[in-house]
């Protein structure tokens, strides 16, 4: 079965950074179509970032120039490097393998000061 673990949330400051790995299995990898979603308490899920087989990368205005999605296929990990961050980045982030149905728990992210 497909399993998505995310990590490496958590509080920070605005204007700090942060870097989100998601761990995958259950898919082939290399060639799965990656992506970022995240959601805030009382908001839809939004699509953040994606990245194809072949490292294309597509972000959401919000955060486009301040985020950066990546993926290393040797560890079948898609990251997002965060800087920059605002309080309006606060939610939840979740990985998706998008041509399959499975989200992981998520990882928190808490910007404030």
């Known amino acids: 079965q497909v399993q998505l673990v995310e990590s490496g949330g958590g509080l920070v400051q605005p204007g700090g950074s942060l870097r989100l790995s998601c761990v995958a299995s259950?898919?082939?990898?290399?060639?799965?179509?990656m992506a970022w979603y995240r959601q805030a308490a009382g908001n839809q899920r939004e699509l953040v970032a994606t990245i194809t087989q072949n490292s294309g990368t597509s972000y959401a205005d919000s955060v486009k120039g301040r985020f950066t999605i990546s993926r290393d296929n040797a560890k079948n990990t898609v990251y997002l490097r965060m800087n920059s961050l605002k309080p309006e980045d606060t939610a939840v982030y979740y990985c998706?393998?998008?041509?399959?149905?499975?989200w992981g728990q998520g990882t928190q992210v808490a910007v404030s000061s």
């Open positions: 998706r393998a998008m041509r399959y149905s499975s």
């Open positions: 259950g898919i082939i990898f290399s060639i799965a179509p």
